[in-house]
Nanobody, 115 residues
Framework: QVQLAESGGGLVQPGGSLRLSCTVS????????MTWYRQAPGKQRELVAL???????HYADSVKGRFAISGDNAKNTVYLQMNSLKPEDTAVYYC?????????WGQGTQVTVSS
């Protein structure tokens, strides 16, 4: 079994920064791509960024140049560094992976960008 736990959300002013963490526990040896999603009120969940086991990254157009995804294998943690935050980045952020044919989600962490 694999569990994901997000942390690092909070309230930040426009233009500010936050770093989200997603810590993986359990049977981690077979973990592949890790993905960050977000869901704003009244909107569908959308992909924000992903990182493959080999380190290849991909970003949504809306966050390119502002967000950066990275992984620390020693800490079993994936990070999402978010800079130049905008009010439209306000959402619950989730990390996600696939393991043994299952889609695993964390509980989410709230990010609110407001003055």
């Amino acid at each position: 079994q694999v569990q994901l736990a997000e942390s690092g959300g909070g309230l930040v002013q426009p233009g500010g920064s936050l770093r989200l963490s997603c810590t993986v526990s359990g049977s981690i040896l077979s973990i592949g791509t890790m993905t960050w999603y977000r869901q704003a009120p009244g909107k569908q969940r959308e992909l924000v960024a992903l990182i493959t086991r080999g380190g290849t990254t991909h970003y949504a157009d809306s966050v390119k140049g502002r967000f950066a995804i990275s992984g620390d294998n020693a800490k079993n943690t994936v990070y999402l560094q978010m800079n130049s935050l905008k009010p439209e980045d306000t959402a619950v952020y989730y990390c996600n992976t696939n393991w043994a044919g299952l889609t695993i989600w964390g509980q989410g962490t709230q990010v609110t960008v407001s003055s």
